[in-house]
Protein backbone atom coordinates (compact mmCIF):
# COMPACT_ATOMS: atom_id res chain seq x y z
CA UNK A 1 0.00 0.00 0.00
CA UNK A 2 2.93 2.46 0.77
CA UNK A 3 4.13 1.46 -3.04
CA UNK A 4 1.57 2.19 -4.13
CA UNK A 5 1.00 5.56 -2.51
CA UNK A 6 4.47 6.39 -3.70
CA UNK A 7 3.77 5.69 -7.53
CA UNK A 8 -0.06 7.72 -7.08
CA UNK A 9 2.75 10.22 -6.03
CA UNK A 10 4.64 9.98 -8.75
CA UNK A 11 1.35 9.92 -11.52
CA UNK A 12 -0.02 13.13 -9.72
CA UNK A 13 2.62 15.00 -9.61
CA UNK A 14 2.87 14.50 -13.59
CA UNK A 15 -0.57 15.62 -13.94
CA UNK A 16 -0.24 19.04 -12.71
CA UNK A 17 1.76 19.84 -16.24
CA UNK A 18 -0.81 22.33 -17.19
CA UNK A 19 -0.52 20.71 -20.86
CA UNK A 20 -1.39 17.20 -20.75
CA UNK A 21 -4.44 16.07 -20.47
CA UNK A 22 -3.71 13.04 -17.98
CA UNK A 23 -1.39 10.10 -17.02
CA UNK A 24 -2.03 6.72 -17.08
CA UNK A 25 1.15 3.94 -16.08
CA UNK A 26 1.88 0.71 -15.22
CA UNK A 27 4.45 -1.35 -13.26
CA UNK A 28 5.00 -4.82 -13.45
CA UNK A 29 7.69 -6.63 -11.28
CA UNK A 30 6.77 -10.24 -11.43
CA UNK A 31 10.16 -11.05 -9.56
CA UNK A 32 9.10 -9.38 -6.51
CA UNK A 33 5.04 -9.73 -6.83
CA UNK A 34 3.95 -6.64 -7.82
CA UNK A 35 1.73 -5.35 -10.38
CA UNK A 36 0.81 -2.18 -10.25
CA UNK A 37 -1.66 0.80 -13.34
CA UNK A 38 -2.99 3.67 -12.53
CA UNK A 39 -4.00 6.80 -13.62
CA UNK A 40 -4.25 10.81 -13.27
CA UNK A 41 -6.14 13.07 -14.85
CA UNK A 42 -4.85 16.66 -15.82
CA UNK A 43 -5.23 20.16 -14.38
CA UNK A 44 -5.43 22.06 -17.48
CA UNK A 45 -7.77 23.03 -20.02
CA UNK A 46 -7.41 19.55 -21.53
CA UNK A 47 -8.04 17.77 -18.48
CA UNK A 48 -9.23 13.60 -19.42
CA UNK A 49 -12.06 13.63 -16.50
CA UNK A 50 -12.74 9.67 -17.90
CA UNK A 51 -9.19 8.45 -17.96
CA UNK A 52 -8.81 5.66 -15.89
CA UNK A 53 -5.95 3.02 -16.03
CA UNK A 54 -7.34 0.69 -18.57
CA UNK A 55 -7.66 3.64 -21.33
CA UNK A 56 -6.42 2.81 -24.95
CA UNK A 57 -4.34 4.63 -26.59
CA UNK A 58 -2.15 5.59 -29.88
CA UNK A 59 1.05 3.85 -29.04
CA UNK A 60 3.06 6.36 -32.02
CA UNK A 61 6.71 5.34 -32.27
CA UNK A 62 6.25 2.66 -29.52
CA UNK A 63 4.84 0.42 -32.40
CA UNK A 64 8.36 0.17 -34.18
CA UNK A 65 9.66 -2.52 -31.08
CA UNK A 66 7.21 -4.19 -32.32
CA UNK A 67 7.55 -3.99 -36.42
CA UNK A 68 11.02 -4.84 -35.51
CA UNK A 69 10.17 -7.88 -33.54
CA UNK A 70 8.35 -9.11 -36.04
CA UNK A 71 10.87 -8.38 -38.68
CA UNK A 72 13.01 -11.19 -36.56
CA UNK A 73 10.42 -13.58 -36.38
CA UNK A 74 10.38 -13.59 -40.33
CA UNK A 75 14.37 -13.79 -39.89
CA UNK A 76 13.89 -16.63 -37.69
CA UNK A 77 11.89 -18.52 -39.99
CA UNK A 78 13.96 -18.33 -42.82
CA UNK A 79 11.64 -16.32 -45.10
CA UNK A 80 13.90 -12.80 -44.78
CA UNK A 81 17.94 -11.79 -43.99
CA UNK A 82 19.07 -8.98 -42.53
CA UNK A 83 21.16 -8.81 -45.12
CA UNK A 84 19.22 -8.81 -47.83
CA UNK A 85 19.00 -5.97 -49.82
CA UNK A 86 16.21 -3.63 -50.60
CA UNK A 87 16.27 -4.21 -54.14
CA UNK A 88 15.04 -8.07 -53.37
CA UNK A 89 12.48 -6.92 -50.49
CA UNK A 90 10.11 -3.91 -51.90
CA UNK A 91 8.04 -3.04 -54.77
CA UNK A 92 8.88 -1.49 -57.87
CA UNK A 93 7.40 1.19 -57.13
CA UNK A 94 8.95 1.96 -53.98
CA UNK A 95 12.53 0.97 -55.58
CA UNK A 96 12.07 3.66 -57.97
CA UNK A 97 10.88 6.59 -55.72
CA UNK A 98 14.30 5.93 -54.03
CA UNK A 99 16.39 5.10 -57.01
CA UNK A 100 15.22 7.96 -58.29
CA UNK A 101 16.30 10.06 -55.34
CA UNK A 102 20.16 8.19 -55.42
CA UNK A 103 19.53 5.62 -52.77
CA UNK A 104 21.26 2.49 -53.87
CA UNK A 105 18.75 0.05 -52.96
CA UNK A 106 21.29 -2.99 -54.03
CA UNK A 107 23.52 -1.72 -50.78
CA UNK A 108 20.80 -0.58 -48.47
CA UNK A 109 19.80 -3.91 -46.30
CA UNK A 110 16.66 -4.78 -44.02
CA UNK A 111 19.27 -4.57 -41.42
CA UNK A 112 19.94 -0.70 -42.01
CA UNK A 113 16.23 -0.34 -41.73
CA UNK A 114 16.21 -1.66 -38.17
CA UNK A 115 18.78 0.18 -37.02
CA UNK A 116 18.42 4.00 -38.98
CA UNK A 117 21.70 3.50 -40.58
CA UNK A 118 20.15 3.22 -44.16
CA UNK A 119 20.76 7.50 -44.94
CA UNK A 120 17.22 8.15 -45.28
CA UNK A 121 15.24 10.93 -43.69
CA UNK A 122 12.25 11.29 -42.08
CA UNK A 123 9.51 12.32 -43.37
CA UNK A 124 7.84 13.48 -40.70
CA UNK A 125 10.48 16.08 -40.10
CA UNK A 126 11.02 17.11 -44.12
CA UNK A 127 9.33 19.62 -46.25
CA UNK A 128 5.67 21.01 -44.22
CA UNK A 129 4.32 17.43 -43.17
CA UNK A 130 3.74 18.11 -39.80
CA UNK A 131 1.65 21.47 -40.44
CA UNK A 132 -0.24 19.73 -43.29
CA UNK A 133 -1.01 16.89 -40.50
CA UNK A 134 -2.55 19.64 -38.36
CA UNK A 135 -4.71 21.70 -41.40
CA UNK A 136 -5.82 18.41 -42.71
CA UNK A 137 -6.80 16.29 -39.33
CA UNK A 138 -9.27 14.02 -41.52
CA UNK A 139 -6.38 13.77 -44.78
CA UNK A 140 -5.79 9.74 -45.31
CA UNK A 141 -2.22 9.23 -45.96
CA UNK A 142 -0.52 6.51 -47.91
CA UNK A 143 2.79 4.57 -47.12
CA UNK A 144 3.72 5.56 -50.84
CA UNK A 145 2.80 9.42 -50.36
CA UNK A 146 5.08 9.11 -46.97
CA UNK A 147 7.92 7.49 -48.98
CA UNK A 148 7.85 9.84 -51.86
CA UNK A 149 8.13 12.89 -49.34
CA UNK A 150 11.82 11.75 -47.53
CA UNK A 151 12.83 10.63 -51.70
CA UNK A 152 12.09 13.65 -52.41
CA UNK A 153 13.65 15.74 -49.07
CA UNK A 154 17.52 15.42 -50.96
CA UNK A 155 19.88 13.18 -51.05
CA UNK A 156 20.98 10.87 -48.61
CA UNK A 157 21.99 11.66 -45.38
CA UNK A 158 24.98 9.47 -45.83
CA UNK A 159 26.19 6.28 -47.31
CA UNK A 160 24.40 3.04 -46.21
CA UNK A 161 25.43 2.08 -42.54
CA UNK A 162 27.54 4.96 -41.99
CA UNK A 163 25.68 6.60 -39.60
CA UNK A 164 22.45 6.61 -37.06
CA UNK A 165 19.89 9.22 -38.14
CA UNK A 166 16.15 7.88 -36.55
CA UNK A 167 14.01 7.65 -39.80
CA UNK A 168 10.14 6.87 -39.31
CA UNK A 169 10.39 6.05 -43.43
CA UNK A 170 12.26 3.23 -42.63
CA UNK A 171 10.31 2.11 -40.56
CA UNK A 172 6.93 2.58 -43.31
CA UNK A 173 9.15 0.68 -45.30
CA UNK A 174 9.58 -2.16 -43.23
CA UNK A 175 5.88 -2.22 -43.08
CA UNK A 176 5.75 -3.27 -46.71
CA UNK A 177 8.84 -5.66 -46.41
CA UNK A 178 6.22 -7.32 -43.63
CA UNK A 179 2.79 -7.08 -45.97
CA UNK A 180 4.90 -8.49 -48.86
CA UNK A 181 6.78 -11.42 -46.97
CA UNK A 182 3.27 -12.23 -44.74
CA UNK A 183 0.38 -11.69 -48.00
CA UNK A 184 -1.04 -9.99 -44.92
CA UNK A 185 -1.93 -6.09 -44.19
CA UNK A 186 0.82 -5.18 -41.85
CA UNK A 187 -1.87 -5.54 -38.49
CA UNK A 188 -2.29 -9.12 -38.78
CA UNK A 189 1.12 -9.37 -39.81
CA UNK A 190 2.30 -8.33 -36.45
CA UNK A 191 -0.17 -9.99 -34.56
CA UNK A 192 -0.01 -13.31 -36.05
CA UNK A 193 4.06 -13.42 -36.10
CA UNK A 194 4.07 -12.26 -32.59
CA UNK A 195 1.26 -14.44 -31.60
CA UNK A 196 -0.81 -11.29 -29.17
CA UNK A 197 -2.89 -14.33 -28.10
CA UNK A 198 0.28 -16.20 -26.45
CA UNK A 199 1.92 -12.59 -25.22
CA UNK A 200 -1.78 -11.82 -23.39
CA UNK A 201 -2.39 -8.66 -25.41
CA UNK A 202 -5.91 -8.04 -25.10
CA UNK A 203 -6.19 -4.51 -26.03
CA UNK A 204 -3.51 -4.23 -28.67
CA UNK A 205 -4.67 -3.82 -32.31
CA UNK A 206 -3.79 -1.85 -35.16
CA UNK A 207 -5.82 1.10 -35.92
CA UNK A 208 -8.07 0.76 -39.16
CA UNK A 209 -6.85 -2.52 -39.98
CA UNK A 210 -8.04 -4.81 -37.52
CA UNK A 211 -11.57 -4.77 -35.60
CA UNK A 212 -10.16 -4.35 -32.04
CA UNK A 213 -10.79 -6.29 -29.03
CA UNK A 214 -14.60 -7.67 -28.42
CA UNK A 215 -14.84 -5.21 -25.52
CA UNK A 216 -12.78 -2.03 -26.54
CA UNK A 217 -10.83 0.38 -23.64
CA UNK A 218 -12.04 3.35 -23.65
CA UNK A 219 -9.84 5.73 -25.89
CA UNK A 220 -8.04 8.57 -23.89
CA UNK A 221 -7.54 12.08 -25.49
CA UNK A 222 -4.71 12.99 -27.81
CA UNK A 223 -3.36 16.25 -27.72
CA UNK A 224 -1.26 18.04 -29.92
CA UNK A 225 0.58 21.41 -28.07
CA UNK A 226 -2.74 23.22 -27.84
CA UNK A 227 -4.42 21.42 -30.24
CA UNK A 228 -6.92 18.48 -29.44
CA UNK A 229 -5.77 15.96 -32.20
CA UNK A 230 -8.11 12.86 -30.71
CA UNK A 231 -10.31 12.54 -34.37
CA UNK A 232 -7.26 12.97 -36.07
CA UNK A 233 -7.22 10.76 -38.92
CA UNK A 234 -4.73 7.95 -37.73
CA UNK A 235 -3.18 7.50 -40.98
CA UNK A 236 -0.43 9.90 -40.72
CA UNK A 237 1.08 8.06 -38.17
CA UNK A 238 -0.09 4.54 -39.19
CA UNK A 239 2.18 2.32 -41.85
CA UNK A 240 5.08 0.84 -39.22
CA UNK A 241 6.44 3.90 -37.52
CA UNK A 242 3.49 3.69 -35.77
CA UNK A 243 -0.17 2.47 -35.70
CA UNK A 244 -0.72 0.30 -32.67
CA UNK A 245 -3.55 1.42 -29.90
CA UNK A 246 -3.08 -0.24 -27.08
CA UNK A 247 -3.11 0.11 -22.78
CA UNK A 248 -0.07 0.64 -20.37
CA UNK A 249 -0.49 -2.80 -18.61
CA UNK A 250 -0.65 -4.33 -22.42
CA UNK A 251 2.80 -2.40 -23.48
CA UNK A 252 4.43 -3.36 -20.11
CA UNK A 253 3.85 -6.91 -20.79
CA UNK A 254 5.35 -6.53 -24.58
CA UNK A 255 7.85 -4.80 -22.97
CA UNK A 256 9.46 -7.83 -20.54
CA UNK A 257 8.58 -10.18 -23.35
CA UNK A 258 11.04 -8.45 -25.76
CA UNK A 259 13.53 -8.09 -23.61
CA UNK A 260 13.44 -11.50 -21.75
CA UNK A 261 13.24 -13.20 -25.16
CA UNK A 262 9.48 -14.51 -24.85
CA UNK A 263 8.67 -13.32 -28.28
CA UNK A 264 10.80 -15.25 -30.03
CA UNK A 265 11.43 -18.90 -31.00
CA UNK A 266 14.93 -19.41 -30.95
CA UNK A 267 16.86 -18.27 -27.45
CA UNK A 268 20.00 -16.57 -30.00
CA UNK A 269 17.40 -13.88 -31.49
CA UNK A 270 17.60 -11.68 -28.47
CA UNK A 271 20.87 -11.51 -28.63
CA UNK A 272 20.66 -10.54 -32.34
CA UNK A 273 18.09 -7.96 -31.32
CA UNK A 274 20.00 -6.22 -29.29
CA UNK A 275 23.05 -5.51 -31.31
CA UNK A 276 23.64 -1.73 -31.48
CA UNK A 277 25.10 -0.97 -34.88
CA UNK A 278 28.91 0.66 -35.06
CA UNK A 279 27.28 3.90 -36.67
CA UNK A 280 28.31 7.47 -36.22
CA UNK A 281 25.37 8.93 -34.10
CA UNK A 282 25.14 12.65 -33.19
CA UNK A 283 25.95 13.50 -29.52
CA UNK A 284 22.90 13.38 -27.26
CA UNK A 285 21.46 10.41 -29.67
CA UNK A 286 19.65 7.53 -28.07
CA UNK A 287 21.59 4.32 -28.12
CA UNK A 288 19.40 2.45 -30.71
CA UNK A 289 19.67 -1.41 -31.35
CA UNK A 290 17.60 -3.37 -34.17
CA UNK A 291 14.35 -3.78 -31.48
CA UNK A 292 14.56 -1.12 -29.13
CA UNK A 293 16.57 1.91 -27.49
CA UNK A 294 18.61 2.69 -24.21
CA UNK A 295 16.53 4.61 -21.74
CA UNK A 296 16.98 5.23 -18.86
CA UNK A 297 14.94 4.37 -15.92
CA UNK A 298 15.95 6.25 -12.66
CA UNK A 299 19.11 5.23 -11.35
CA UNK A 300 19.06 2.13 -14.23
CA UNK A 301 18.79 1.34 -17.66
CA UNK A 302 16.41 -0.11 -19.78
CA UNK A 303 15.23 -1.14 -23.47
CA UNK A 304 12.23 0.40 -24.85
CA UNK A 305 10.80 2.89 -27.05
CA UNK A 306 8.94 5.92 -26.63
CA UNK A 307 6.47 7.64 -28.77
CA UNK A 308 4.95 11.18 -30.14
CA UNK A 309 1.68 11.23 -28.22
CA UNK A 310 3.80 11.34 -24.92
CA UNK A 311 4.30 7.46 -24.09
CA UNK A 312 6.90 5.15 -22.87
CA UNK A 313 7.19 1.27 -22.56
CA UNK A 314 10.37 -0.06 -21.50
CA UNK A 315 11.65 -3.39 -19.62
CA UNK A 316 15.11 -2.92 -17.42
CA UNK A 317 16.74 -6.45 -17.26
CA UNK A 318 18.79 -6.11 -14.50
CA UNK A 319 15.59 -5.79 -12.24
CA UNK A 320 13.33 -7.95 -14.51
CA UNK A 321 10.84 -4.74 -14.10
CA UNK A 322 9.17 -3.46 -16.82
CA UNK A 323 7.07 0.08 -17.03
CA UNK A 324 4.69 1.52 -19.36
CA UNK A 325 3.13 5.47 -19.72
CA UNK A 326 0.92 7.86 -21.26
CA UNK A 327 0.65 11.51 -21.33
CA UNK A 328 -1.27 12.13 -24.29
CA UNK A 329 0.12 14.90 -25.27
CA UNK A 330 3.12 15.72 -27.40
CA UNK A 331 4.35 19.31 -26.03
CA UNK A 332 3.94 19.25 -22.24
CA UNK A 333 4.80 22.05 -20.65
CA UNK A 334 7.87 20.21 -18.47
CA UNK A 335 10.52 19.31 -20.92
CA UNK A 336 11.38 15.39 -20.09
CA UNK A 337 8.15 15.10 -18.12
CA UNK A 338 7.25 11.44 -20.16
CA UNK A 339 10.92 9.89 -19.45
CA UNK A 340 11.22 11.21 -15.89
CA UNK A 341 7.70 10.14 -14.40
CA UNK A 342 8.65 6.81 -15.71
CA UNK A 343 11.80 7.00 -13.90
CA UNK A 344 10.66 7.74 -10.85
CA UNK A 345 8.09 4.78 -11.23
CA UNK A 346 11.15 2.77 -11.39
CA UNK A 347 12.97 4.55 -8.77
CA UNK A 348 10.14 4.30 -6.37
CA UNK A 349 9.28 0.40 -6.53
CA UNK A 350 13.13 -0.46 -6.14
CA UNK A 351 13.32 2.26 -3.16
CA UNK A 352 10.49 0.08 -1.57
CA UNK A 353 10.99 -3.66 -2.80
CA UNK A 354 14.39 -3.58 -3.03
CA UNK A 355 15.57 -5.40 -6.38
CA UNK A 356 17.91 -8.46 -5.02
Known sequence: RELESALGRVLRDAAGDPAIPGVVAALHWP?????????????????????????????????????????????????????????????????????????????????????????????????DYSERVVAEPGR??????????????????????????????????????????????????????????????AQTFWEGLERGPAVPARRARRVLGDVDATGFDPSFDLHGGGGLVSTVDDMARFAAALVSGQAFSIPATLAAALVVPAAQRAPGAYVHSRVAMVLPLGARLGWGHMGFWGCIAACCPELGLSVAASINQSQPARAGLLLATAGRLVAAAEAALGWR
Open 140 to 201: RWTRAEQVELAARAGRPLAAPGERFSYSDTGYVLLGEVLERFTGQPIGPAVRDLLDFGRLGL
Open 31 to 127: RRGFSWSSAAAGAGPHRDDGLDASCGFRMASVTKMYVAAATLRLVESGRLDLASPLASCLSEASLALLASASYDVRRISLDMLLTHTSGLPDHVHVA
